[in-house]
């Protein structure tokens, strides 16, 4: 039986709360509709959260009314994009990126790498649910990427860990390994963030396919925690 987008993942949260809603929203509100999902190229996704990383650096985020939009999204979800991040709490992309309930799929974990469960994921937001875009996004500072050039051990992170490691050859090679080199550590961040998109496109041909044919894009950023600004890199 082929997987219908509506009834796949779809939650019935919506039943169980009072969803009167009392405020009006923004005029810039978009509901997440189907036909909004379609309208977008998948360098319009894109354009869209930097859109909105403006917006989150401006102060000047969208409003919506949120009962409104868990009202609108109980019937099915039609997100734009998907993003890969870190689990930071200083980095979830909904906020970074101004987006709200129903408009992105995210997938965090420390360090922000793929494996068969992330990639997994993706395949469904993307070939199942119709996300147009692919965001991998790396932070600066960011703790997970320290403890790989510090080859940190501890129970299981020394296992998470190593999948950091090929970015860390990628950026080297150093004399000291040590996170006290931020310079070398920022360097390390980026490697691991393109080397996450060749992961992408290596190890899913489901996915590799939509990039072929134009339907998905997958593009690497980096977000500045000191500035909350998102940079793609290439
Ligand atoms: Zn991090």
């Not at 320290?146 to 050859?169: C, H, R, S, Y």
Request: charged residues 20%.
């Amino acid at each position: 039986m082929p997987i219908s987008r509506r009834n796949f993942f779809c939650g019935t949260a919506a039943t169980a709360l009072s969803l009167t809603a009392t405020k009006s929203m923004s005029a810039n509100c978009v509901m997440p509709t189907q036909a909004r999902q379609a309208a977008f190229t998948p360098q319009g996704a894109v354009n869209e959260l930097m859109e909105g990383n403006a917006r989150f650096l401006s102060g000047r985020p969208i409003k919506c009314d949120m009962r409104r939009l868990v009202l609108k999204t109980s019937t099915g979800q039609f997100p734009f994009a998907a993003v890969v991040s870190c689990i930071d709490s200083r980095v979830a992309a909904e906020m970074v990126f101004d987006q709200n309930n129903g408009d992105i799929f995210e997938a965090r974990v420390a360090g922000n790498f793929v494996n068969t469960d992330i990639l997994g994921s993706l395949e469904f937001a993307c070939r199942v649910a119709g996300a147009r875009a692919i965001v991998v996004m790396g932070h600066t500072e960011c703790g997970a990427i320290k403890g790989a050039v510090d080859q940190v051990e501890l129970g299981n992170l020394t296992e998470m860990l190593k999948q950091i490691e090929p970015a860390v050859q990628a950026a080297g090679p150093i004399d000291v390994r040590t996170s006290s080199d931020s310079e070398f550590v920022q360097k390390v961040a980026d490697a691991n963030v393109m080397l996450t998109v060749e992961a992408i496109n290596k190890n899913s041909s489901v996915l590799a396919d939509m990039v072929d044919s134009g339907e998905l894009i997958i593009v690497g950023a980096m977000y500045d925690i000191a500035t909350g600004k998102v940079n793609l890199i290439t």
